[in-house]
């Protein structure tokens, strides 16, 4: 048996393991790697291994950063089957529809940029600038050489759609010669998925545990994670190795206090940069207990976000992944609810415009999550320099984002090329995360470590799991592997 690890090693994001096996070669995801726009277009290009001779992908859910290279996976030229839930096989399609649009813009911008420089040169006889517009070159297919193409088109991810099979927790199914899976809930997002696999070679059966994102307990909507089974060989994420997350309830109780500020004002806007799948559901489940439990006057909330707003449609098809208290607020919220009866979901742009104009109190739960992108940024143009305004920081933000130099009290700050004051008050809450934190991975893992014989952690920056590493070494782990590039392990 082999291992090689193609993505998330030292960051997190574009995993992609790569097991093989009596001959058969089985990914583990298949994700997109998400960062600067130049640096994540040349990463993504490539595999690594040639994409036609995988024979089965096992995905563990559906997050872009799990399962974004799929379509350009078919696109290469393979043609086997695609495991997942019938829950990340449903998300997958909205977030890979989604990827695939995003692709054609992001090509279509490059290929702007490079046109106006190239456009910049080209002089006629007189001196005067003599290529054609861009519409017209493109029209014309008179593109430089070096033009930009997608990572894979929205018939890519129709033929990568085709490709799923769709499987219940705790159902054992064949993925190749001696290779059997299972899946077990991981309490991550809607259908997520830890997974276990029987190995068997030569009479020798060996048992590997692929966590996935691996969720926490008491999260929102969903039940709490499985605990993770004996296993000889621990593939584990490590996103929050050497953190720790406060309880949800605190969450719970912070967003309530934001709530009443804004019904107290009359006037303005919170404003919740919201992940489009998951984040964005757990932040409205939790608005409707509290308004069930809360004074709140005529606030109004607003999902500004078609992606959030397909995801939520499919997380309410899905009930048998709820856990009982959602089940019951499920059967609440059929009959009536208070957060319903002030709900909308701005579909157009033109309902998000209206938005802008509407004077009553509004929370507005938008995408993206980092403020780099999206509805979001429009809102925060028109409301980052109002004092009746609050930003409601529900999520990680990485370097040299806006989210960044909101929450780190920039005085201004660029949006849409133009500066801002920022008099918005601007709150930041950590605990929605849905990954386990330091607590959480070591409760998962330690009690294995005696039986196992390798662990390769991976899905962390090393200032996370490096840390998780010397821990679980202290705990009773007798080889821990941290990889950083896609050499081959042999357990």
Not at 152 to 158: A, I, M, R, T
Not at 237 to 246: F, I, L, M, Q, W
Not at 395 to 409: D, F, I, M, N, S
Request: hydrophobic residues 40%.
């Amino acid at each position: 048996m082999e291992l090689s690890f193609h993505g998330a090693t030292g960051d997190t994001t574009g995993t992609c393991h790569l097991l093989v096996a009596n001959g058969c070669r089985v990914l583990l995801d298949c994700g997109l790697y998400q960062g600067r726009r130049a640096e994540s277009y040349a990463r993504n290009r490539r595999f690594g291994f040639r994409a036609a001779e995988v024979d089965a992908v096992v995905q563990s859910h559906a997050h872009i950063d799990h399962s974004g290279k799929l379509p350009m996976l078919v696109r290469a030229g393979f043609d086997g089957a695609i495991h997942a839930t019938h829950g990340t096989r449903d998300l997958a399609e909205i977030l890979l529809v989604d990827s695939a649009n995003i692709q054609a813009k992001d090509a279509e911008h490059l290929n702007r940029e490079r046109w106006r420089e190239h456009a910049h040169t080209e002089r006629c006889r007189d001196g005067r600038p003599c290529a054609p517009s861009f519409p017209t070159a493109l029209a014309r297919g008179a593109l430089p050489e070096n033009e930009v193409q997608p990572l894979y088109l929205q018939e890519d991810v129709e033929a990568t759609l085709a490709l799923f099979e769709q499987h219940e927790y705790r159902a054992w199914f064949d993925v190749g010669p001696g290779i059997r899976v299972r899946f077990h809930d991981a309490g991550h997002i809607l259908g997520s998925a830890w997974i276990e696999a029987e190995i068997t070679e030569e009479k020798k059966t060996t048992r590997l545990v692929f966590t996935g994102d691996y969720g926490r307990p008491g999260q929102p909507i969903l039940r709490d994670p499985e605990p993770l089974t004996e296993a000889d060989i621990y593939i584990s994420e490590s996103t929050y190795g050497a953190r720790s997350h406060p309880p949800y309830a605190d969450m719970e109780g912070e967003l309530g206090l934001a709530v009443e500020r804004l019904a107290r004002r009359g006037r303005g806007r919170l404003l919740v940069p919201v992940f489009a799948v998951g984040r964005a559901q757990n932040i409205l489940y939790t608005l409707a207990k509290i308004f069930e439990r809360r004074q709140v006057g005529d606030v109004r909330v607003a999902i500004d976000s078609p992606l959030a707003s397909r995801a939520t449609a499919i997380t309410l098809k899905h009930p048998r992944y709820f856990d009982e208290e959602a089940l019951s607020e499920f059967t609440r919220w059929q009959l009536k609810s208070r957060l319903r009866e002030r709900l909308e979901f701005a579909e157009t742009v033109e309902d998000s415009k209206r938005l802008n104009g509407d004077p009553r109190p509004y929370i507005v739960l938008s995408a993206s999550g980092m403020m780099e992108s999206g509805r979001i940024v429009h809102h925060l143009a028109w409301h980052v320099s109002r004092e009746d305004c609050e930003i409601l920081v529900v999520g990680y933000q990485a370097a040299h984002t806006l989210g960044r130099r909101l929450v780190e009290k920039a005085p201004e700050v660029n949006i849409l090329g133009h500066r801002f004051a920022v008099r918005a008050k601007v709150t930041t809450m950590n605990g929605f995360s849905a990954h386990a934190d330091r607590e959480g991975l070591l409760a998962a893992l330690t009690p294995h470590a005696r039986r196992a014989s390798a662990l390769f952690l991976v899905h962390g920056e090393n200032d996370q799991r490096l840390p998780l590493a010397r821990e679980l070494a202290n705990h009773g782990f007798s080889r821990i592997e941290t990889p950083e590039d896609a050499r081959v392990f042999r357990p």
